[in-house]
């Protein structure tokens, strides 16, 4: 592939982010958080990081959605940002009064993977699967190759051996903007696909079975949206596969160790979930969608209108679950 087509593939991506930002001029605000890990020929491409409300509005309650973290999955881009567009848009059903009125922030970063989308590739531009890097070694039974390997960046799911520029600036946004408060909950949503045929919504762990932190604040809210998303099964990640090195089983595990030196009436709930788009329905319908590896992570062209549309009330549903203090108040006094 040309470097000139690349360049092309991620302007295309850019100026949609761009002309977003312009649109709401004020509301949402665009900084580079790094650039991407340098390709074998040296050439990098910007992170960036999004922030969506009021600047007061991130003091009392925010978000974040993240994807892009694989670059062939193009359609959790399309999907982050038709929700992003849908919540400031006055006229769509799913716009969010509380955005407007400075009562909830978004963080978004729409792509951390930008050289994987600009070349169509799952790993970084070092061939290294950012969601394989976190460093975390799975527990016995992970998938074996799938679930991560250091064998050779030239082959898929490779861990890398260092922690990765695109992985290195997600923890320190995490730390930096996410975790620096007391008494806060924030959940961080991570968009996905290409696995099944089904849509899957997961909590953490992927490394192990065992129970995860804050265990009973995720079996609070997988309960309420199962009342109201039957459709997707949600659950901790592990029932469906273990992997090594999952970017949100190391963020998790970080932040229990930082709150484990606070007194309770300090703590803080941090809950990473991960949206996975069930692309594999449109294998059934055409096999022959498997000769090309961008169709077995994206639908068809013709389908995108009905894939955002699918997801936009799980997705406000989840940014807004915990959006009113009085929720909040009742999720840290909880036993958890």
């Not at 295309?12 to 958080?33: A, K, P, T």
């Not at 390709?39 to 309650?61: D, S, V």
């Not at 062209?301 to 936009?312: P, T, V």
């Amino acid at each position: 592939m040309s470097a000139t087509s690349e360049i092309l593939r991620f302007d295309r991506w850019e100026r949609r982010i761009l002309r977003f930002v312009r649109r709401h001029e004020g509301l949402v605000r665009m900084r580079q958080l790094d650039f991407s890990t340098p390709t074998r020929h040296g050439q990098r491409w910007p992170i960036y990081l999004l922030e969506i409300g009021k600047p007061a509005a991130f003091k009392r309650h925010a978000v974040s959605l993240v994807s892009g973290v694989h670059g062939l999955e193009t359609i959790a881009i399309r999907i982050h940002l038709d929700i992003l567009k849908n919540m400031l848009n006055p006229k769509s059903a799913w716009y969010s009064e509380r955005l407007l009125k400075g009562k909830l922030g978004i963080y978004s970063i729409p792509i951390l993977n930008p050289a994987g989308v600009a070349a169509e590739t799952r790993s970084n531009g070092r061939g290294v699967d950012l969601n394989r890097n976190s460093g975390i070694d799975a527990e016995a039974g992970s998938i074996p190759f799938f679930g991560g390997h250091r064998i050779s960046p030239a082959l898929p799911y490779y861990r890398g051996k260092t922690l990765q520029r695109e992985s290195r600036a997600l923890f320190r946004f995490l730390r930096g903007e996410v975790w620096r408060g007391r008494r806060r909950v924030h959940t961080a949503i991570d968009l996905h696909s290409g696995y099944g045929s089904q849509n899957y919504l997961w909590w953490p762990y992927s490394y192990s079975k065992k129970p995860v932190y804050q265990k009973a604040a995720f079996e609070q809210m997988a309960e309420n949206l199962k009342a109201n998303h039957p459709d997707y099964r949600i659950e901790p990640m592990s029932l469906s596969y273990q992997t090594h090195g999952d970017l949100w089983d190391r963020a998790l595990l970080e932040f229990e160790t930082a709150q484990q030196t606070l007194a309770r009436r300090k703590k803080s709930l941090f809950l990473p979930l991960t949206l996975e788009i069930g692309t594999w329905r449109e294998l059934r319908k055409n096999p022959a969608r498997l000769l090309k590896k961008q169709n077995i992570f994206n639908p068809p062209s013709r389908s995108r209108k009905d894939y955002l549309r699918e997801h936009r009330q799980l997705l406000w549903d989840i940014v807004h679950f915990h959006s009113r203090r009085a929720v909040r108040k009742d999720a840290l006094r909880a036993d958890i």
